[in-house]
């Protein structure tokens, strides 16, 4: 499954959520780092789901980039 991922500059960290799965977030102290980690917390998450019979949500948030004048 590919879910979308939004990731945050906070100014000393990045955070991270799973819009698709409320409650999976992250953070690192880089943005790499935040990457690996919200990796991890989506399997986690997804195990979790699995092993109280809940269904996993398929993915369904869209990304698009926007372009505006400066």
């Known amino acids: 499954m ?3 991922v939004v990731i945050e500059n906070s100014g000393s960290n990045y955070s991270a959520y799973v819009p698709d ?3 999976c977030v992250a953070t690192g102290g880089a943005l790499a780092e935040t990457e690996v980690t919200i990796r991890e917390a989506i399997a986690f998450h997804l195990d979790g789901l ?3 019979g ?4 398929p993915p369904s948030s869209k990304v698009a980039y926007v372009e505006v004048a400066a």
Do not use: F, K, Q, V
Request: charged share 30%; proline share 23%; no cysteine.
């Open 54 to 57: 809940t269904p996993i949500p």
């Open 21 to 23: 799965l409320p409650g």
């Open 50 to 52: 699995r092993e109280d």
């Open 2 to 4: 590919r879910y979308a």
